[in-house]
């Protein structure tokens, strides 16, 4: 398992040969197989929006033994956005008794989905690296 920021294409999705190298040489390190399956937390829109920002994702024509996945788990501020929200409101002092209110309050925060997306894409990393034995870069 390997982990880097995201890479830095920019608008005209500008390749870097040291990043393709790098990968390559990942795969290559692998005694079962050369392919490498990168995992995007973003979105692949937010990934793509990224890229009028400096930003941008990697263009797998160009990194040939590389596979792409985006996972689409929101961003560190929505994170704790949804976490304060939901335990705001379990550590409020204020009993509340309507569970209607609870679970509207819950399922507002967006919590149980931004953990399941979570979860979910760590099973397919897990799946990847044990199931298929694949190396894994994870932005």
């Keep these: 398992m390997w982990r880097s920021a995201q890479n830095q294409t ?3 999705s500008s390749r870097c040969l040291e990043d393709e190298y790098m990968l390559k040489l990942i795969g290559k390190a692998n ?3 050369s392919n490498v399956a990168i ?3 973003r979105s692949q829109i937010k990934a ?3 890229r009028v920002k400096g930003g941008g994702y990697e263009n797998t024509d160009y990194y040939s033994n590389c596979t792409i996945e985006f996972c689409s788990i929101e961003n560190i501020f929505g994170v704790i956005k949804g976490y304060k929200k939901l335990f705001g409101m379990v550590n409020s002092k204020q009993k ?3 569970n209607a209110k609870i679970f509207t309050t ?3 925060s967006s919590w149980y989905q931004m953990i399941k997306i979570i979860l979910e894409s760590s099973n397919s990393i897990a799946r990847d690296m044990h199931d298929n034995r694949k190396s894994v ?3």
Excluded: C, L, R, T
Aim: glycine residues 4%; charged residues 20%; aromatic residues 14%.
């Design 106 to 108: 819950i399922d507002s």
């Design 48 to 50: 793509y929006s990224n």
């Design 39 to 41: 995992y995007d937390a």
């Design 31 to 33: 005694d079962f197989q």
């Design 137 to 139: 870069h994870i932005h």
């Design 10 to 12: 920019g608008m005209m």
């Design 96 to 98: 509340v008794q309507d």
